[in-house]
């Protein structure tokens, strides 16, 4: 079984910052693409950015200059740090992670999900 746990949300004002974390475990022998979703209200779930195991990352338009996707690999960990952050950000964010279990299946997993507010 494999398990994304997530944290950092909350409240912040505009212009603020937040750094979210979202760590894997369970029975994982690799971990492959990591990523960022979000979702407003009355709006589809939208990629905000991912991560490669090389470390290659992709932004979406709306968030680039202004958000940071990293992983820890050791640690099975990925972060986004949001910068700069806007009203237009508010949302639930899911973290997502591409794993290979120790049973050598490959799956696709998500967090609970994380609320990011923004507002003054």
């Known amino acids: 079984q494999v398990h994304l746990a997530e944290s950092g949300g909350g409240l912040v004002q505009p212009g603020g910052a937040l750094r979210l974390s979202c760590a894997a475990s369970?029975?994982?022998?690799?971990?492959?693409?990591m990523g960022w979703y979000r979702q407003a209200p009355g709006k589809p779930r939208e990629l905000v950015a991912e991560?490669?195991?090389?470390?290659?990352?992709n932004y979406a338009n709306s968030v680039q200059g202004r958000f940071t996707i990293s992983r820890d690999s050791a640690k099975n960990t990925v972060y986004l740090q949001m910068n700069s952050l806007k009203p237009e950000d508010t949302a639930v964010y899911y973290c997502?992670?591409?794993?290979?279990?120790?049973?050598?299946?490959?799956?696709?997993?998500w967090g609970q999900g994380t609320q990011v507010t923004v507002s003054s």
């Open positions: 369970g029975s994982i022998l690799s971990i492959y693409d």
């Open positions: 991560i490669t195991n090389g470390d290659s990352t």
């Open positions: 997502n992670a591409h794993i290979l279990r120790t049973n050598r299946v490959r799956g696709i997993y």
